[in-house]
């Protein structure tokens, strides 16, 4: 068995499972078009946010299999992006200062910047630990 790193949290995923019935832990664990269902049907009516409950152990071992680990912590940007994404932290904690301003500046850039994190957050971390080198 090949070791892989840790990268999302079952204890955060499980914290964020409480608000589930809005998407959360869905688009913690890389699965936006469900995330987006469970929004718009208050977790498929409350029944898929039920069997979710169940279903966090796999999902966080396909979110640890699927997204690379390194410098930038996944469980610290999506804290900071689902309780100040419309301050941009989340864009600063990875060294998008420019965006994490503009984001400051625009609530979020009038908060459908907040909505395409919310999507692509995992690939973005993704990206940035492929390119963080450590000397």
């Known amino acids: ?14 914290l964020l499972w409480i608000f589930g019935f809005l998407g959360a832990h869905r688009f913690y664990y890389g699965k936006p078009v469900t995330g987006t269902i469970w929004f718009f049907t208050f977790g498929l009516f409350l029944i898929g946010w039920i069997v979710d ?7 966080d071992e396909q979110a640890d299999r699927r997204f690379r680990a390194g410098a930038i ?6 804290l900071l992006l ?26 979020g850039l009038f908060l ?21 080198r450590f000397s």
């Open 53 to 59: 409950f169940f279903l966090i152990p796999s999902m």
């Open 82 to 107: 689902t309780f100040t994404g419309v301050f941009g932290l989340h864009r600063m904690y990875m060294g998008k200062w420019i965006t994490g301003i503009i984001y400051l500046l625009t609530g």
């Open 112 to 132: 459908i910047g907040i909505l395409y994190d919310f999507w692509t957050l995992n690939d973005q971390i993704s990206e940035r630990n492929g390119e963080i």
């Open 73 to 78: 912590d996944y469980n610290i940007a999506w």
């Open 1 to 14: 068995m090949t070791y892989r790193p840790d990268t999302h949290s079952k204890l955060f995923g499980y």
